[in-house]
């Protein structure tokens, strides 16, 4: 049993913090995990973008293969769209629907969500709407790994909010208990849609 | 002290020389190597363990100082992306001729589909140019466990051994189980001076034991537990994998392949003998150059088959994948869905209220007053000022060639010919060739623009910091065409002022637009906050 997940955004929005969530939550419940990252040049401004795979078994390519990831976990929705011809047939793309238009050519923001819409498993909200209506502005990735929860498979929810608090520990109690919110916050979105 | 530890690739390198019984590290920050250093100078146990650490000004100093550390007996590892290997090169290659005494591993990172690079040259050509061991690990446990092996073989064989990582297992994390650390070495200096001294009579006499141990080094290899063959059966087609390569192999490897896993070079004859004895043809799967495809092919000649990225089967260029591996092996895959409509690319860009932003603002609207001007660039966040909004550079090349080429294109008559460099691109190779254009007293303006760090490669210690003034007057900059001036909108009227003055002087001045970088300054607020909280 494996999970592969195509994890997206634009430098800054976080991504790399939700790895590292299900990274320690796969590694705690004794599952093979290999995770690809991109640093450097790539990290300002750009598009970002993490290959995680998590398995029962051990795992051989640290990229994932066209066609074969589960999930798109994206903080932005055209970010969520570029790694579409990695997305497995019956794959899943959950998304913030927010566009970060940083540059002149950004899609028409219509089309591109009709596009998002048109695919068949999609999870999308505004998720930095959300944050700030509940005063979590800092953790907008966290209420996207609650969105994701349902469908990560491998880990349950328990094993999720054991991780957010050990990868959070060190920043104290009050950050870990905004960023748990947060991952509740987009669970209830998710199970209640 | 065995447990399991989800590390990148890069720290497991770094986890695994520290277990290793390493003494220090030297490096300059390159992506994808930055952060083994990273982690050593963060490691409790490197710190308990005086594990010596800092950055160095550049590969060369970095490779020096580590030969130096063998020579008196300990195990040094210097770090570095693959284009620091031709700044280091004179070091690597004669530390081959005069040996080492502590184990000396030199790491290659290197970066195909030049994700961060401006070439996708491959670092074990470097290993066989300088005639030593070299090791390639396939994933973040070998890359641990090689570190140990690689420092036992480097003091067997007296020679450094090269060890070279490419930019998706340095920065991939798995899980590592690591082992038990090894002692330090004792401080031994080397009393052999004939070994050291390399005058052309000693120097023939290394080098012909240099070649002398090519049989030796070759029987590593070929004995070497990172490389095996497995045969299930014999086959038409079978496969040599190297380094990371091996992985994609296995991930869509029909069953019963023969595949030879090449981890360590010379690359071992023998096994490749008997796997092509068992196969119609050879398939040769590496990341990189061809390096491996030619000398299989080179076995063989033309009457058997090897195939590879130079014969077609693989690209040419660019990283491997899972899927162009999958497609060479002749195993169906691919996209359930096309390439999405609704995209545009999304290029990296300078961050707001980057001072490299300011630079470029002022320099643009003084250098469209002068229609010939011509700007060379260099290598850091400011590369970024070739691209829109600003379109400000007309070349970048290597460290330190923005002063170089000025100066060049200014001795063939260009007019204004001016030089954008970062503060630590500086200090690691433009201060030579600033020396070169004052003794020429070349007519070009130089702009060293300063943000404290090495930003781009995420905010290492830049080795000039606090010094350039004074690094520019001791080359020989006159005193009233060295200004420092600090990039904001606010300041524009002056530096626009400057630079037209600088511009329309004729010989060298130097000028020093010197703001700290927003991401370190960004860290250091929120470090304080957090300690105040």
């Known amino acids: ?193 | 002290m065995s447990e399991k530890r989800l590390l990148l690739g890069d720290e497991a390198v770094a986890l695994g020389a520290l277990h290793a019984g390493l003494s220090g590290v030297y490096a300059y920050p390159g992506t994808p190597s930055t952060e083994i250093t990273e982690y050593i100078q963060q490691s409790p146990f490197a710190r308990e363990r005086g594990v010596r650490s800092r950055w160095c000004t550049n590969e060369k100093t970095a490779m020096e100082a580590a030969l130096g550390m063998s020579y008196a007996g300990k195990r040094a590892l210097v770090c570095m992306k693959h284009v620091g290997m031709n700044v280091c090169a004179d070091a690597f290659v004669n530390a081959a001729v005069t040996g080492v005494k502590g184990g000396l591993v030199v790491l290659a990172a290197d970066d195909p589909s030049m994700h961060s690079s401006q070439n996708e040259q491959d670092s074990r050509f470097y290993g066989k140019f300088a005639l030593v061991p070299i090791l390639e690990p396939s994933d973040q446990q070998e890359a641990y466990d090689m570190m140990a092996d690689a420092f036992a073989l480097s003091e067997q064989l007296h020679l450094p051994v090269l060890m070279r990582l490419v930019t998706r297992l340095a920065h991939s994390r798995a899980a590592v189980q690591t082992g038990e650390p090894l002692a330090q070495n004792a401080l031994d200096p080397d009393n052999e001076r004939t070994h050291w001294v390399l005058l052309p009579g000693n120097a023939r006499r290394q080098y012909a034991s240099l070649v002398g141990k090519q049989p030796e080094i070759a029987a590593c290899a070929e004995q070497s537990k990172y490389n095996s063959l497995r045969i299930p059966k014999t086959s038409d087609v079978g496969v040599i994998a190297a380094g990371i390569a091996y992985n994609y192999v296995r991930e869509s490897a029909p069953a019963g392949l023969p595949i030879l896993k090449v981890s360590q070079y010379p690359f071992p004859i023998r096994q490749v003998r008997e796997l092509a004895a068992h196969c119609g043809r050879i398939l040769v799967v590496e990341d990189g150059q061809p390096f491996l495809e030619e000398q299989v092919r080179a076995v063989f000649g033309e009457e058997y088959p090897v195939a590879g990225r130079q014969s077609g089967e693989l690209p040419r260029m660019g990283e491997l994948t899972p899927d162009c591996v999958a497609a060479a092996l002749g195993v169906e895959g691919g996209s359930a869905f096309a390439n999405a409509h609704n995209l545009a690319p999304r290029p990296p860009q300078l961050c707001q209220g980057c001072g490299h932003r300011d630079v470029y603002t002022a320099l643009n609207q003084v250098a469209a007053e002068y229609p010939d001007a011509r700007i060379f660039g260099d290598i850091g966040c400011y590369t970024l000022g070739a691209l829109p909004p600003f379109r400000a550079i007309d070349s970048c090349v290597d460290m330190g060639a923005s002063i170089t080429m000025a100066k060049g294109a200014a001795d063939a008559g260009v007019y204004p010919a001016i030089a954008v460099i970062g503060d630590s691109t500086f200090t690691h190779s433009g201060m030579t060739g600033l020396l070169d254009a004052v003794n020429d007293h070349s007519d070009i303006t130089v702009i060293i623009s300063d943000n404290l760090t090495t930003a781009m490669t995420g905010g290492q210690d830049s080795a000039g910091t606090h010094k350039f003034e004074a690094i520019c007057l001791a080359l020989g900059v006159e005193r009233e065409h060295l200004h420092v001036v600090v990039p904001l909108p606010a300041n524009m009227p002056e530096i626009t002022r400057i630079l037209r003055e600088e511009i329309n002087y004729h010989g060298v001045s130097v000028i020093i637009p010197q703001r700290e970088c927003m991401q370190t300054l960004g860290r250091k607020l929120r470090q304080k906050k957090q300690e105040t909280k």
């Open chain 1, 1 to 193: 049993m494996k999970i592969d997940i195509k994890l997206s955004g634009v430098g800054g929005q976080g991504i790399l913090s939700i790895a590292t969530v299900i990274g320690e939550a796969a590694t705690a419940a004794g599952l093979h995990l290999k995770q690809a990252e991109v640093h450097g040049m790539s990290q300002r401004g750009g598009d970002v973008q993490s290959d995680m795979r998590l398995s029962t078994d051990g795992i051989c390519s640290d990229l994932i293969p066209l066609g074969q990831a589960d999930l798109i976990i994206s903080m932005e929705p055209m970010e969520a769209l570029r790694y579409l011809p990695y997305l497995a047939k019956d794959g899943a793309v959950i998304t913030s629907s927010k566009p970060l238009v940083n540059i002149p050519n950004y899609p028409d923001e219509a089309a591109l969500l009709a596009e998002l819409d048109a695919l068949p498993h999609v999870v999308r909200a505004d998720i930095e709407a959300l944050a700030r209506e509940h005063a979590m502005p800092k953790s907008a990735n966290m209420i996207l790994l609650g969105m994701a929860a349902p469908s990560l498979k491998l880990l349950d929810e328990e094993q999720l909010r054991g991780a957010i608090a050990r990868v959070f520990a060190r920043k104290g109690e009050a950050v870990v208990n905004a960023n748990l919110e947060a991952f509740q916050l987009g669970l209830e979105y998710a199970k209640n849609r």
